[in-house]
């Protein structure tokens, strides 16, 4: 059973219009980097919970997530709209298996993500203008980065928005036979949806 516990909201920090981050100190288990948290709140007597993947290292205190206001959603509008020092439950154990542990051995590792999981890769996506499964396609993500797709040795983790994770799946396996890894049996590329 998920076992829940109480934390205490630090820092609400709005970064733009729609992104914005919170922080806050609850007693968690360790956990790996790219898991994930399920947080909690009581909203008018109904109890709602959704996934948020930490940003923070696993040996940092402040546990820290970074959040799109979905439009019309029903959480993500309140976590905006929480204060320093305001309880929130969050679960004990992180779940997940988006992480380095699970991927083969490989000579290149590509991290392609939307949304929330975007921001350190801004600058070459602003240069490049277009969809991600696209850009793969015709060449220019390879071109613009220098590095080719080999799946001998090219490992691919896809992270964000469903419609994008199809895509670039098609894509990958179309161009390059890529196929999807599993614990059970290896593949090229590793998958987390942020929703269906
Ligand atoms: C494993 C996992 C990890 C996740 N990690 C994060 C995270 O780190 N940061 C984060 O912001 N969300 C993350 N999400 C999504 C998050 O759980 C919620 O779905 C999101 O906050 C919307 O909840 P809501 O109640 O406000 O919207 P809802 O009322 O549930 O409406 C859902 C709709 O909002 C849209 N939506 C959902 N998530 C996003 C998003 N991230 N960006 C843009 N549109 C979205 C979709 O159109 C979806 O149909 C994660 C989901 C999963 C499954």
Request: aromatic share 12%.
């Given at each position: 059973m998920t076992e829940w516990i109480t934390g205490k909201i630090i820092k609400v920090?709005?970064?733009?219009?729609?992104?914005?981050?919170?922080?806050?100190?609850?007693?968690?288990?360790?956990?790996?980097?790219?898991?994930?948290?399920?947080?909690?709140?009581?909203?008018?007597?109904?109890?709602?919970?959704?996934?948020?993947?930490?940003?923070?290292?696993?040996?940092?205190?402040?546990?820290?997530?970074?959040?799109?206001?979905?439009?019309?959603?029903?959480?993500?509008?309140?976590?905006?709209?929480?204060?320093?020092?305001?309880?929130?439950?969050?679960?004990?154990?992180?779940?997940?298996?988006?992480?380095?542990?699970?991927?083969?051995?490989?000579?290149?590792?590509?991290?392609?993500?939307?949304?929330?999981?975007?921001?350190p890769r801004e600058k070459i996506i602003n240069t490049l203008y277009g969809r991600i499964p696209e850009l793969i396609f015709n060449g220019q993500l390879e071109n613009a980065i220098n590095l080719k797709i080999n799946p001998k040795d090219t490992h691919i983790m896809l992270c964000g928005n469903p419609n994008m994770i199809r895509d670039t799946y098609e894509c990958l396996n179309k161009k390059y036979f890529m196929v999807k890894n599993y614990q059970t049996s290896p593949g090229h590329i590793t998958s987390e949806l942020y929703w269906k």
């Open positions: 920090k709005n970064w733009t219009e729609k992104l914005f981050s919170i922080v806050l100190h609850a007693p968690i288990a360790p956990f790996i980097a790219g898991q994930f948290a399920k947080l909690r709140l009581n909203i008018h007597n109904v109890s709602i919970q959704r996934a948020y993947s930490y940003v923070n290292a696993p040996n940092n205190k402040n546990l820290e997530f970074y959040l799109v206001e979905a439009k019309s959603g029903k959480f993500s509008p309140i976590l905006r709209a929480l204060n320093p020092d305001e309880n929130i439950l969050i679960t004990k154990y992180a779940s997940g298996s988006f992480i380095l542990n699970i991927i083969p051995e490989c000579k290149n590792l590509w991290m392609i993500s939307t949304g929330t999981a975007i921001g």
